[in-house]
């Protein structure tokens, strides 16, 4: 069974600070990890997805995370908020490959003050 | 290319009643999940469908029913609404399993 725990309900941040957004996982399995941004009214969208390749993945919009399986963790990270950065972030799991079903953390509504 | 269509985008239903939620993901993808979002229980998995098979189902009473057509297209159904049904569904598409999914907007669905 897989789990995921997102740290903080709540991020707020300073336009151009550090993004630092927590994750940890649990798995029976060696896990496929996924951060998913999602704006009011829409949708979901992959921001980065790890699936045992390099420890360290690079998603879109300038975010990265990195895979730590001694802390089974998954933090997503940008060096520089920007305005547009303002989202709620979902962390996920899946337990192997070919494995549709995706387990959510409860998500972390990031805030920028300009 | 188009992305995942869903329909109805909101729908207001009585207690009792029964709904279908329709979800046409991206030409070409074969394969389809819903999920429930609510602001207590967060995203939760219902259904994933691939070539009109269900593969999965997540932990929701039997109310809670879909297929999925030749065509790919997929609907959801609920029937004997509750209160507590009232969330975000949201329909998301890949190539086929475990491939990236791609996330329709959702349809809000408001019970009273």
């Known amino acids: 069974a897989q789990s995921v725990t997102q740290l903080g309900s709540h991020v707020s941040v300073s336009e151009g600070a550090l993004v630092l957004l927590r994750c940890n996982y649990s798995s029976s399995v060696p896990p496929y990890l996924f951060w998913y941004v999602q704006y009011p009214n829409q949708g979901l969208q992959l921001l980065l997805k790890?699936?045992?390749?390099?420890?360290l993945v690079k998603g879109i919009n300038g975010f990265e995370a990195e895979f730590k399986k001694s802390e089974t963790s998954f933090h997503l990270t940008k060096p520089s908020a920007h305005m547009s950065d303002a989202a709620e972030y979902f962390c996920?799991?899946?337990?192997?490959?070919?494995?549709?079903?995706?387990?959510f953390g409860q998500g972390t509504r990031l805030t920028i003050n300009p | 290319k188009a992305g995942v269509t869903q329909t109805p985008r909101y729908l207001i239903k009585t207690r009792g009643q029964q709904v279908t939620l329709s979800c046409s993901p991206i030409s070409g993808h074969r394969s389809v999940s819903w999920y429930q979002q609510t602001p207590g229980q967060g995203l939760q998995f219902l259904f994933e469908y691939f070539s009109e098979t269900q593969r999965n189902k997540g932990n929701f009473p039997g109310r809670f029913s879909g297929r999925q057509f030749s065509n790919s297209r997929s609907e959801m159904n609920v029937s004997t609404l509750e209160l507590g049904d009232s969330a975000l569904y949201l329909c998301a598409s890949s190539l086929a399993p475990g491939d990236e999914q791609f996330f329709g907007p959702g349809t809000r669905l408001t019970v009273l």
């Open positions: 996920a799991v899946s337990g192997f490959q070919g494995a549709q079903k995706l387990v």
């Open positions: 790890y699936t045992s390749a390099a420890t």
